[in-house]
Nanobody, 124 residues
Framework: QVRLAESGGGPVQAGGSLRLSCAATTHTFSRYAIGWFRQAPGKEREFVAA????????NYQDSVKGRFTISKDTDKNMAYLQMNNLVPEDTAVYYC?????????????????WGQGTQVTVSS
């Protein structure tokens, strides 16, 4: 099991950037895939981006391709979501999640461990 804590959210204007961080508490972080999901008010939680446990596979939701970049630093036990050119439709609570030896799944049910989320609000 791994404990996760997101940070880096906040208000930003359209066209701006944010970098979300996901701190993992585990001695085996290198074995975990990380996924980022988001949930807007009144909507289902949706997949945003994922990186496989060995970092050889990256997946992105179509609407964020070319704008968001996921990364993972096993030395620091950290994962990141760099978000550029933000639009109001990106407004949501963003969650990171971990899957042991995962292959960058886009499916929420594949991830067992979740953080508490961080709010991102993009104004036009």
């Amino acid at each position: 099991q791994v404990r996760l804590a997101e940070s880096g959210g906040g208000p930003v204007q359209a066209g701006g950037s944010l970098r979300l961080s996901c701190a993992a508490t585990t001695h085996t972080f290198s074995r975990y895939a990380i996924g980022w999901f988001r949930q807007a008010p009144g909507k289902e939680r949706e997949f945003v981006a994922a990186i496989s446990w060995n970092r050889d596979t990256l997946n992105y939701q179509d609407s964020v391709k070319g704008r968001f970049t996921i990364s993972k630093d096993t030395d620091k036990n950290m994962a990141y979501l760099q978000m550029n050119n933000l639009v109001p439709e990106d407004t949501a609570v963003y969650y990171c999640a971990a899957e042991y030896f995962g292959r960058a799944s886009t499916t929420r049910q594949q991830y067992r461990d979740w953080g508490q989320g961080t709010q991102v609000t993009v104004s036009s």
